[in-house]
DNA sequence: GATTCGTGGGA
DNA sequence: TTCCCAAGAAT
């Protein structure tokens, strides 16, 4: 009987996809596929990955690069601190490593937004360490093999994953069996309705044979979410510029920009008062709202935007100073970072 | 240790 | 529709 360790790597090599950051043997583009897999579909990344490579095909380019460029080339990506992170710690390989991604567990681990899991995924398939790489997949795959009943939301659950495969992993090929067992997870071992008929290590699985693999891995319930009722506003000049203003360097989506906008706590005045207000106060100046034009649902992890998008002319003769709004020409606009919701307010409202 | 950070797809 | 989720990390 082979071991679990062989078959698991013998089905990778026979079965693994072919993505475009498995061309490369470049640890900075396994670097690059590895942060914007965080949390994301391997479908979703493929294209973003494609074109950041072809924009920033070293890791110099991405260290002298502008971070509004980095931000416009993760538009539409989410969890746009990733690459904020990601070009703060390309620096730091640049001043001091020399420009090579450093290919110890602790060197590597220091660098921002380099966790335990990409620290492992780095390490084992850049550098062939033998250096577990504990993400979702890996968590539901050996929670059923192992049968471990343990909570994975907990973050305290995650070492007992990362000891139970330092004794598993192939000394000789680390990153055909880290990866074989995301593979697996992603193609056999998921989350509903697992295909253990497919599977080949279904002989090693302690949860196949207790009959318990769908109801493996154990994870405790989300959140509930907030809800804000907002308003935004396409405001333009007389030249027909459009106003557009940055987010706060800190907290969500930092540092993109959006169409200006307010939250309208319940039972205050109308939106279009708290418009008008918001101006008065920050540019003084004064605004026509001149009606609704669309509606907009923004829905984040643990908090959703209502927003009602309003058009409107500037009445004041001077345009108003702020270091964070600009006008702009609707040409240009293309070029800067905008969340999704705001993406389709501009395919709505500018694109005409 | 619990929250904060996006987005789109699928059951 | 609603819910869960997908190659997590920072705070």
Not at 117 to 125: D, E, F
């Amino acid at each position: 009987m082979t071991g679990f360790r062989d078959q698991l790597v013998h089905w990778f090599e026979e079965h693994k996809r072919d993505l475009p950051w498995r061309r490369t043997s470049d640890p900075y583009r396994i670097w690059v596929s590895e942060v914007m897999l965080q949390q994301t579909r391997v479908d979703t990344v493929i294209p973003y990955y494609n074109n950041f490579v072809q924009k920033f095909p070293t890791l110099q380019d991405l260290a002298y690069a502008e971070e509004q460029d980095i931000l416009k080339a993760w538009e539409g990506l989410g969890y746009y601190s990733r690459v904020r992170n990601l070009q703060t710690a390309v620096r730091e390989v640049v001043e001091h490593y020399g420009g090579k991604v450093p290919d110890t567990k602790k060197e590597i681990s220091q660098l921002k937004g380099v966790g335990p899991y990409t620290a492992g995924a780095v390490l084992s398939i850049a550098y062939h360490k033998p250096e577990p790489a504990v993400d979702g997949n890996v968590m539901r795959v050996i929670s059923r093999v192992l049968l471990i009943e343990e909570d994975i939301g907990k973050a305290k659950t995650r070492p007992i994953f990362e000891n139970a495969l330092a004794e598993m992993i192939s000394p000789d090929k680390p990153s055909e069996f880290n990866q074989g067992l995301m593979e697996l997870g992603a193609l056999v071992c998921t989350p509903k309705s697992p295909g253990c008929l497919l599977c080949p290590v279904r002989e090693h699985c302690r949860a196949y044979h207790a009959g318990k693999e769908k109801s493996l891995p154990i994870k405790e319930k989300k959140t509930k979410v907030t809800v804000k009722d907002m308003a935004a506003i396409v405001l333009r000049n007389k030249q027909g510029e459009v106003l557009i203003q940055r987010r706060p360097d800190t907290g969500l989506l930092a540092k993109l920009w959006q169409f200006p906008n307010v939250e309208v706590a319940k039972g205050t005045e109308s939106e279009q008062e708290c418009l008008q207000e918001f101006f008065r106060s920050e540019l003084e100046i004064s605004v026509k709202i001149e009606k609704a034009v669309q509606k907009v649902e923004h829905v984040f992890s643990h908090l959703v935007w209502n927003i009602t998008v309003y058009e409107g002319t500037l009445l004041s003769d001077k345009e108003g100073t702020s270091e964070d709004m600009r006008w702009v020409d609707e040409n240009s606009i293309e070029s800067y970072p905008f969340p999704v919701s705001h993406q389709k307010i501009i395919e709505q409202q500018i694109r005409r």
